[in-house]
Each structure stands twice: as structure tokens, then as C-alpha cells.
């Protein structure tokens, strides 16, 4: 509902106190609908969002990167549905003689680097020199069983991460523009560094 739809609602009421009252209560009436269908949209945002941290889950822990891309740009809609009833929300408040509610606290939006991940082992990284290649490659034997573990405990490292921020964003509705803004940022740097993951546990064991 804009400005110049409140004020036709309203309309001229020349001294007519009943009509004044009258228009009074059927414009808070369209108010109170409108915030109710601004609530709504958020929570359909909330249940649809943690539907998607949950299909995310079951494609990243797969190893699935097919369809990923479409679950980030369907959580940029939903949150971007809930950006549209910001202005509406704040308008509404105002009609209504209503304060805006108190934003939550809200968690950081934690951003994680391939640094904060496992290291991977490798025999390029021991102290210790090779006499020759076959030692080395000895060596490289000896780690696979870490190696392997390790590139499984960065995968799930990272798909626990990107879930984890869809569903704190999810849990507000993405209500607040800013949370939610840097929560989708942050869940495409995400899979991005799970991409790389993949590719880096390609290398090294396939």
C-alpha cells in the first residue's frame, strides 16, 4: 500500500465525523491486511529458506554441484520477495501510530577462508629431504589414509558452514535486509570455496 493509496482510502470527509470515522477504521482494516500479508511473506521466506539449507545439505554432502547454483539463486529470490515489503512494513508501522519492532540480535554472518580449513598433508611439507623419488613417493603412500581424511573433513567443513548461514538466515525470515544481504553473500563464497575443495580432493585422489 503507497502514500497516495492510504490517502484514497481515507478520502475528503468535509466535517462528516461518522464518515471520518468510518474511513478511519477501514483504512486501519486495509493496514492491519497488508502488515498481516508482509508477515506472511516473511514466513513463507523462513520455511522456504530452510527447505533450501536442507536440499543444500543433501547435494553438498553428496558431492552434487549440478543443482547448487539454482538453490543460491532461489534463496537470492526469497530474500530479495522479503526486501520488497521493507517500504510497506515501514509505512504501515507509521499508519497505525505503530513503532517498527526492535530489530533482534542477530549472529555475525561468520565468513570462512580456505586458511581456517584442515591442512592437507603432503610429503613436500616434511622437513626431512628425499634421497630420491621413490622414497618420496613411499612417503606419499604413508599419508593417502590422512590425505583422504583430511579432504573429507574440508568438504564437510564447508558444506556445515554454508547451511549453517542459510538457516540462521531462514530462522529471521530474512527480515533484516543487512543479515540477510551479507548471509547470501557469504553462502556463494561458500560454495565457491566448496568448489575448490572438490577440485583439490580431484587432484590429489582421483
Known amino acids: 500500500m503507497t502514500s497516495l493509496q492510504l490517502a484514497q482510502a481515507v478520502g475528503r470527509f468535509d466535517g462528516d465525523t461518522p464518515a471520518m470515522v468510518t474511513a478511519a477504521i477501514h483504512t486501519a482494516g486495509r493496514a492491519f491486511a497488508e502488515l498481516d500479508a508482509c508477515d506472511d511473506v516473511i514466513d513463507d ?17 553428496a558431492g552434487t554441484s549440478t543443482d547448487v547454483s539454482q538453490e543460491l539463486d532461489a534463496l537470492e529470490a526469497v530474500s530479495a520477495r522479503v526486501r520488497g515489503t521493507d517500504q510497506t512494513r515501514l509505512l504501515l508501522h507509521r499508519v497505525l501510530g505503530r513503532e517498527e519492532p526492535a530489530k533482534r540480535v542477530l549472529p555475525a554472518v561468520r565468513h570462512l577462508a580456505a586458511s581456517d580449513l584442515p591442512d592437507l598433508p603432503s610429503s613436500y611439507t616434511d622437513e626431512a629431504g628425499f634421497e630420491d623419488l621413490m622414497a618420496m613417493a613411499a612417503r606419499e603412500e604413508e599419508l593417502a589414509p590422512q590425505l583422504r581424511k583430511a579432504h573429507a ?4 567443513e564447508v558444506t556445515a558452514h554454508l547451511v549453517r548461514v542459510v538457516e540462521q538466515a531462514a530462522a529471521v525470515g530474512f527480515a533484516d535486509e543487512d543479515f540477510a544481504r551479507e548471509s547470501v553473500r557469504e553462502a556463494r563464497h561458500a560454495y565457491r570455496l566448496w568448489l575448490q575443495c572438490l577440485a583439490e580432493r580431484r587432484r590429489d585422489l582421483d
Not at 153 to 156: I, M, Q, S, V, W
Open 45 to 61: 521466506a523462513s520455511e522456504t529458506g530452510r527447505a533450501i539449507a536442507g536440499r543444500l545439505n543433501a547435494l553438498l554432502a
Open 153 to 156: 573433513e574440508r568438504l564437510d
